[in-house]
């Protein structure tokens, strides 16, 4: 039981970071049905700001999360008005390109500017440190950070969908762009601002994830990138609470894949889980027949 119990909390930190790289994909996609394959590199930008941060600059954890998540909100409007605004008209298979495109160039540039060798956070305060035994579960103060980081981050994001004018823009954008046009909306700034809401919480996702492993590469983001994608694809693409679902479910599985000394096949089983879903529900856990979106 101690071990199930361990395995679910382990499960829960992982699966926090997931759900926010998660929540990016699924609202951009609601807004403009693109699959923003580069979303994933955006995450690995926001742990090296992080780490420039603190291992050069001497700032503290906070502050570094901060900037990096402000660092990729730039980044992701930037990316939007650049590399997917131009191609808005043009054909699924063009956006769907160019998105893994802007995918490579960020992992290249980066590889770049530092290289491609694995770089470690700065050694973490001792609050940050701290260990406690509730009979045979270990929680750690880092876990329980970066779930309640997160979890601040998901409602914040919930209240600015669901109760700012322009959370209800990209409600009103997401149903249909050409009547929330002719009410006075501004589609592309509503855009944008979906992007760097996303890119955002990508950017605390990576640096989340960097103090939990304390490592870091330029090519960190391709397969966490993927498995948000999938945890949104099993919440149901569109949907917010379906990928705060599959984001969990996602993280969980994970670990006790990994905890039953299977951990060669923690990402097999990942995909695994996408075939399923696509075979069994293609509009995902939350989905229905007609597609409901942000």
Not at 46 to 61: E, K, P, Q, R, S
Not at 187 to 199: D, H, M, P, Q
Not at 258 to 271: E, L, N, P, Q
Request: charged share 10%.
């Amino acid at each position: 039981m101690d071990q199930i119990l361990q395995q679910l909390v382990n499960g829960a930190s992982l699966g926090s970071v997931y759900a926010l790289i998660a929540l990016g994909y699924t609202m951009i996609y609601g807004i403009i049905q693109l699959i923003n394959f580069a979303h994933g590199d955006v995450y690995m930008v926001g742990a090296y700001v992080g780490y420039a941060c603190m291992a050069h600059f001497h700032l503290g954890f906070f502050t570094s999360l901060v900037v990096a998540m402000a660092v990729c909100t730039v980044l992701g409007v930037v990316i939007e008005r650049v590399a997917y605004k131009p191609l808005r008209k043009s054909s699924r298979i063009a956006v769907l390109i160019t998105a893994i495109g802007v995918s490579f160039l960020l992992e290249y540039t980066m590889m770049f500017f530092v290289g491609a060798d694995v770089r470690s956070y700065p050694p973490l305060p001792h609050w940050m440190q701290v260990s406690w035994h509730l009979g045979g579960v270990i929680i750690t103060s880092l876990r329980v950070l970066i779930f309640a980081i997160a979890v601040a981050l998901m409602i914040a994001l919930q209240l600015i969908v669901r109760r700012t004018r322009l959370g209800k823009a990209m409600r009103a954008v997401s149903q249909d762009a050409d009547a929330a046009r002719l009410m006075g909306i501004n589609v592309n700034n509503t855009i944008s601002f979906t992007f760097a809401l996303g890119s955002a919480l990508a950017g605390a996702a990576g640096v989340l994830v960097a103090v939990y492993y304390n490592s870091i590469n330029p090519l960190m983001g391709m397969v966490p990138g993927l498995k948000a994608f999938i945890a949104a694809v099993l919440g149901g693409i569109g949907l917010l609470p379906g990928a705060l679902i599959g984001g969990y479910f996602i993280g969980v599985v994970e670990t006790f894949v990994s905890g039953t000394g299977f951990s060669t096949f923690k990402d097999a089983v990942v995909y695994a889980l996408l075939i399923i879903i696509l075979v069994v529900k293609p509009s995902g856990l939350l989905g229905k027949n007609e597609k409901e979106k942000v």
